[in-house]
Every structure is written in structure tokens, then in C-alpha cells.
């Protein structure tokens, strides 16, 4: 991804979304909305617990308006931080807006982190074809956050059960450095929804491994528009794999954090041994 600020330059040299190799691509371009998670600051319709704090936007409704519409029309994929669910509903007015009078076919615009949402937000995604990508390793690593939000929040955010049951594209993602990059410790968060303490959050939420290595295979290729080439261990593919030691399928899903790993591979060539 790339932040706005480079927008103008890239539109004017007449780059797009997915200019590049297949080492190094254009991605889409990020803006954002409102705050973090972990900071109390997500704009919430709802104030957070034992307090009278709704948290902050970044950008206006306006702003938001005018800057999806340019990059709209110059033919990039928008990728918007929202966290709280008032903060998503302000991105996807913009993206409707955008695609209601400029329409394109498949834009795949992007919920950066889309963390809190409900059934009217999910029912607009799947309208729009936008794409979730919330944090996978939060729940897990930054499970003493958790309380800011309260248990009934809980069940809707990072919602993982809720994005797949309505036919919303998501992905594992971390937003490192904030959150651990380490795949592993994303599945086994989204397959447990416990702590790093074992205590469990928004249990509604909890998937399967299966759909767990899915956000991080197919998903997240389907979320740069590479699919075609990679996301799946297929002919014609990029032959990018990584080798465990052990079945993800079978083991104890409190113990996928702790697979080794035997083996990466990147375009066929092994570039780690474990």
C-alpha cells in the first residue's frame, strides 16, 4: 500500500494499482480515518466502557468523499484505517458515493482493519464487493485491550465468523508493528479467540483452521488482485510455500503458535531450512 501523500505523483506518471513484478507491486492507496484500537481512540457509536469517549476521526465525511472519488476515477484501489463502526460507515458512504457515479467493475476497495461492525455494515460490504482486512493477532496479543470494549462488542469485533457467514472477502492481517506479524499466532487468534492468558474474547467469532489458513492464502490474494498467481499451490502459480512440521489441522489449536517451521520456499527455490 502506499499513503496518500504519493497519490498525485503516481496518478500523474500514470501508475496504477498492480504496476510492478511479481517481487514488488503497486498495492492500493491508504488513508486514515480514525484512531487504534489498543489507544481507546476507534470512533465508536457506542462510548467505551466506563467512559463517556466516542474516540476521534481523522478525516471529515467530506475529505473522506473527495479523496475516495479522485483515486476512484484514477483507477486505484482505496484501502481506508477504520476501526470503529461509525468511522466504516463514513468509508463505505464514500465508496458508494464513488462507485454510484463513476461506476467501475471491481474496484475491491479495502476496509483497513474494519474492526468493529454490525449487520448493516456487513450487508453493504458484500454489496460493494469490499474487502476486510482485520487484525488476526490483536485478540491473542493485545488480549488486556479487550476490556475497553466490553463482551457484547466483543462478539462483533474482528469479525471473522460474521465477514465469511455474509460473504465479505477477509484476510489475516496484522498491522505490524502494532500487532505481531507472525501468521501462526493469527490462526490459532482466530480460531481460539483466547489471550495470550487463555481468557476467551468474542467467542461468536471463532472459525476454523481451515478458513483460518484461507485469510492467509487465497484471501490475501484475492486482496491485492493476484490471485491468478498466487494464494493456492496450483500450476501456473508462484510457487511460494511455506513447510511445517506438523498437520495445522490436527494438532491442538492452542498449539499452532508453536509449529516450527521445516521450510520456506519462494519461487521454487528454498530460501530457509528449519
Known sequence: LMGHPHFPALRDAGVKT?????????????MV?????????????????DSDDHGILTMTAEETETAVMEMHQAGFQVAIHANGDL??????NAYEKAQRENPRNDPRHRIEHCTLVNP???????????????????????????????EDRLEWMFAQRSFIDSGVVSTGATDYPPGPFEPLMGIQSC???????????????????????RLYT????YASFEEDIKGSIEVGKLADLVV??????TV????IIDIPIEQTVIGGRAVYEG
Not at 456487513?122 to 466490553?150: D, I, Q, W
Request: overall charge negative; proline content about 3%.
Open 33 to 49: 480515518s480514525d484512531g487504534a484500537i489498543a489507544a481507546r481512540t476507534a470512533y465508536l457509536s457506542e462510548p467505551y466502557v
Open 218 to 221: 487465497q484471501n490475501g490474494a
Open 244 to 249: 511445517l512440521s506438523h498437520d495445522i489441522t
Open 120 to 150: 448493516d455494515i456487513l450487508s453493504r460490504m458484500n454489496k460493494l464487493g469490499t474487502v476486510a482486512t482485520p487484525f488476526c493477532t490483536y485478540v491473542y496479543y493485545h488480549g488486556e485491550k479487550m476490556g475497553f470494549y466490553g
Open 18 to 30: 498492480g504496476f510492478g513484478d511479481d517481487r514488488l507491486r503497486i498495492g492500493g492507496i491508504k
Open 191 to 213: 480460531v481460539t479467540r483466547t489471550d495470550m492468558n487463555g481468557k476467551l474474547w468474542g467467542a461468536s467469532q471463532r472459525i476454523s483452521v481451515e478458513e483460518a489458513l
Open 87 to 92: 468511522a466504516i460507515d463514513m468509508v463505505l
Open 252 to 255: 491442538d489449536p492452542f498449539g
